[in-house]
């Protein structure tokens, strides 16, 4: 008996890699829609505002409901909040980083605690589909700026 293996080339190794590569980009650039009269926003803070110690933060959502990541279901969403920076161009194409300045709440809540070192802050909620990746068109908040005290 002979056992026979097929060697496949580097050459075709590379293309091939190559396409799915690509494919997979396109098929991850493909955004969820959402209603255009959608908002999300903050509810006990607001620009210009000054805090004191443990900053307390609650979410809005209007037009749309929340769900926890990686739930598929229309109109839906879960939160991130942006601290010292926003959201442009091609960043609102790719799924939300997760670092100490974009904070998932992929759970589905809808409130958070921080407890923020004394300063100036811009803070901006962005509502993410099932796989962090802001929806089409983008639900952001306005930016706003606060002081820790």
């Given at each position: 008996?002979s056992?026979?293996?097929?060697?496949?080339?580097?050459?075709?190794?590379?293309?091939?890699l190559?396409?799915?590569?690509?494919?997979?980009?396109?098929?991850?650039?493909?955004k969820?829609?959402?209603?255009?009269?959608a908002?999300?926003?903050?509810?006990?803070?607001?620009?210009?505002?000054?805090?004191?110690?443990?900053?307390?933060?609650?979410?809005?959502?209007?037009?749309?409901?929340?769900?926890?990541?990686g739930?598929?279901?229309?109109?839906?969403?879960?939160?991130?909040?942006?601290?010292?920076?926003?959201?442009?161009?091609?960043?609102?194409?790719?799924?939300?980083?997760?670092?100490?300045?974009?904070?998932?709440?992929?759970?589905?809540?809808?409130?958070?605690?921080?407890?923020?070192?004394p300063?100036?802050?811009?803070?901006?909620m962005?509502?993410?589909?099932?796989?962090?990746?802001?929806?089409?068109?983008?639900?952001?908040?306005?930016?706003?700026?606060?002081?820790?005290?």
């Amino acid at each position: 008996m002979s056992i026979k293996f097929n060697i496949v080339s580097p050459l075709f190794l590379a293309v091939f890699l190559t396409a799915m590569t690509s494919f997979s980009f396109l098929v991850k650039a493909e955004k969820t829609s959402a209603p255009e009269t959608a908002k999300v926003y903050f509810i006990n803070l607001k620009d210009g505002d000054v805090v004191k110690g443990i900053v307390h933060i609650q979410f809005g959502l209007s037009g749309m409901g929340i769900a926890p990541a990686g739930t598929d279901k229309k109109n839906t969403g879960h939160h991130h909040l942006i601290i010292n920076g926003t959201l442009k161009g091609d960043e609102l194409n790719e799924s939300i980083p997760s670092d100490e300045r974009h904070i998932h709440f992929g759970g589905g809540q809808t409130e958070t605690s921080l407890d923020l070192k004394p300063g100036t802050y811009t803070l901006q909620m962005v509502l993410g589909d099932k796989n962090h990746i802001p929806h089409n068109p983008p639900i952001k908040s306005k930016l706003i700026t606060i002081i820790v005290k």
